[in-house]
């Protein structure tokens, strides 16, 4: 086992004392659905952080995407409600306008050479401030499909999964094949390992970069779409602050920050110690703050981890 | 510094009353005045981060440590009737450590700077609401609503705050090695090291005045509308924050500073809300503007991006 499973490894134990003192505190706990309930509450948080591990293993950062879901879900919400568009066409609409946009910072970081942190701040806004132009109000989608596929669900035995769920686990999917299983993903770790060693290899670092963001820009847009079947609604100012979740997840899954190192599953089992925090401080009946406050200290404690890990490996080379 | 010159005359030529001065009640208003009321809470923050982005750093955590600190004063006032020296005294002795703790992640644990502060913000939101218990505290206390709402010189309170903290950072940073130490370190760390710098020292401290800034920030808004709301105190400033620092020249790679142009770079971002708002646009399209200004401002930095210009406009732009 290399040393950099290790982070990964870390996550996965944290997972199984939280699950265990809780299971062991709340019989309830132990019931398959509130299992199901991990991945389906954090669906679109989970589909957008793996877009974001790629950036983060690229060494980049993405801000943008919490705005980029709340511009989606609205926009998905009006087209469908107001404009009268099919809901397929609508959801189209919206990945295609994720998408460009993320692929629009990409070409800034690209060709222009700026920071990555400055350039998707710019798309936070932009993106945020669209959603509001849009509509300031929050928007129900009464559409009679898109109602049957938010109530739709799966009986899988005891777990009743649904249909967010399966985007979400099909993302994780993709990003998995995406990362282990092709040359863009062989780019990506080069690129977060080592940005010149990888231009002197001939490695496509340009075009690399902006497909990241693109692809970020896509899982974000997406995410608004898994907004939009989670809470049958849109809001410009849903997903305040996911971004920051979703980097919390990525890290907290052993990717390391400064890019070359990391694994799309290990942000999934980052997101699953967001909903099993989430799901515990409910069964505590404490409020919900006390989340933030379990993330930043689990935040602190993986980045130690990796930090301890480092060094020694930083020595030898 | 030609972007706010560029708005003001925008200003002038299209918003009535934006420059016309009056003296009400002994003290001066308008537009003008208000503009520099308003940015006071930020022009405080863009004070701090301008040291920690001339080390190469970045704060993340100071919208989360202003939430903190309002918390704490507005607590003190409600539950504990502090005197007034210890509802300012303690909000910013808890920034100040705040700000340390971020100092010890990145200097001592050798944390990359966004994740280090990423960890107070993330919790420090959650940790200000655990202070007010989750509610918006209100209350009516005179003489602490004199920081957000009084005035002196005839000028609210405020600007003569942020008066006061430019002074301060600049005759320390410029009358004393400081500045230099600073600069040097976000140059080359490692050079400054070897040059006998004590780099730890150096950035720990710059991190807490960071934080102290945040503090002092914070208690602004709290003093002002008499209430502290935790969840929404401060949310997004670290933006406009950065966002000053980079307007006023400050380079996110470090090396270099200018105090006086991040508080222009605040005012630039409140002369462009507050002008967005008086020419009656709605107000969701400041975000949309702040945009399109973070856009303009990052290329005209960029060298590429310059080459590029000056290769489409042949002699001209060279």
């Known amino acids: 086992m290399s040393q950099h499973h290790i982070p990964l490894l870390a996550t996965m134990v944290v997972f199984a004392l939280l699950y265990i003192i809780a299971a062991a505190q709340f019989p309830a706990f132990r019931r398959p659905a509130i299992f199901g309930n991990f991945f389906s509450d954090n669906a679109f948080l989970g589909v957008a952080a793996v877009g974001m591990t790629f950036v983060i293993l690229s060494g980049g950062i993405d801000l943008s995407v919490g705005a980029i879901v709340g511009m989606t879900s609205i926009l998905v919400a009006v087209l469908i409600q107001n404009r009268h568009f099919s809901p397929l066409l609508a959801v189209a609409v919206a990945l295609v306008i994720g998408t460009t946009l993320g692929a629009g910072m990409g070409a800034v970081i690209r060709y222009f050479k700026l920071p990555p942190f400055l350039v998707t701040l710019a798309g936070m806004f932009l993106a945020r401030g669209s959603g509001f132009l849009i509509s300031v109000e929050s928007v129900p989608i009464k559409d009679a499909s898109y109602a049957r596929l938010s109530e739709w669900s799966l009986s899988l035995g005891p777990v009743d999964v649904p249909a967010t769920t399966f985007i979400f686990v099909a993302v994780l999917l993709l990003g998995i094949a995406l990362a282990h299983g092709t040359k863009f993903g062989r780019n990506v770790y080069a690129l977060g390992g080592d940005d010149d060693a990888a231009n002197l290899m001939g490695l496509p670092v340009g075009p690399t970069r902006l497909r990241i963001y693109a692809f970020s820009g896509f899982c974000s847009a997406l995410a608004g779409v898994v907004y939009t079947i989670y809470s049958a609604s849109g809001n410009a100012s849903a997903a305040n602050g996911l971004e920051l979740d979703a980097i919390a997840s990525v890290v907290i899954g052993g990717t390391l920050l400064t890019g070359g190192v990391g694994y799309v599953a290990g942000t999934l089992m980052g997101v699953l110690i967001f909903g099993i925090i989430q799901t515990y401080i409910t069964f505590l009946n404490l409020s919900s703050w006390w989340t933030k406050i379990a993330v930043g200290v689990l935040l602190l404690f993986f980045v130690l981890i990796q930090k301890v890990l480092a060094r020694p490996a930083a020595r030898t080379s | ?318």
């Not at chain 2, 100071?62 to 004063?73: F, K, N, Y």
């Not at chain 2, 644990?109 to 107070?120: G, K, S």
């Not at chain 2, 206390?141 to 600049?170: M, N």
């Not at chain 2, 406009?240 to 005012?267: C, H, K, P, Q």
Request: net charge positive; glycine share 10%.
């Open chain 2, 1 to 318: 510094m030609i972007a706010l010159a560029l708005l003001l005359l925008f200003n002038l030529a299209f918003t009535p009353g934006f420059f016309s001065v009056q003296i009400k009640d002994g003290h001066y208003y308008g537009s003008l005045i208000d503009v520099l009321n308003r940015a006071a809470p930020v022009m405080l923050l863009a004070l701090g981060m301008t040291l920690v982005i001339a080390t190469k750093g970045v704060d993340l955590s100071v919208g989360a440590v202003m939430a903190i600190s309002g918390a704490l004063a507005a607590q003190l006032i409600v539950r504990y009737h502090s005197p007034l020296a210890v509802i300012i005294a303690v909000p910013l002795l808890v920034a100040l450590v705040c700000g340390i703790w971020n100092g010890i992640l990145v200097a001592v644990a050798e944390i990359q700077p966004i994740v280090a502060t990423l960890i107070l913000m993330v919790a420090g939101r959650g940790i200000a609401q655990l202070i007010t218990n989750g509610l918006i505290l209100t209350f009516d206390d005179r003489a602490f609503q004199f920081i957000g709402q009084g005035h002196l010189f005839r000028l609210p309170f405020t600007v003569t705050l942020v008066g006061l903290a430019l002074l301060l950072t600049a005759v320390v940073t410029r009358r004393t090695a400081l500045g230099l130490f600073i600069e040097s370190l976000g140059n080359n760390e490692a050079a400054s090291r070897y040059a006998g710098l004590r780099t730890t020292a150096v950035k720990i401290s710059v991190y807490a005045f960071c934080g102290l800034c945040a503090g002092l920030a914070g208690l602004i808004p709290v003093s002002d509308i008499q209430g502290a709301d935790s969840n929404n105190a401060g949310l997004y400033l670290e933006m406009d924050a950065i966002l000053a620092v980079v307007l006023g020249g400050t380079s996110l790679n470090g090396g270099r500073f200018y105090l006086v142009g991040s508080l222009i770079g605040a005012l630039i971002i409140q002369t462009l809300t507050t002008t967005i708002l008086s020419r009656g646009v709605p107000s969701q399209m400041t975000l949309v503007v702040k945009a399109i200004v973070v856009l303009i401002v990052c290329l005209v930095q960029s060298a590429e991006f310059r080459a590029t210009v000056a290769r489409v406009f042949g002699r001209e732009a060279s």
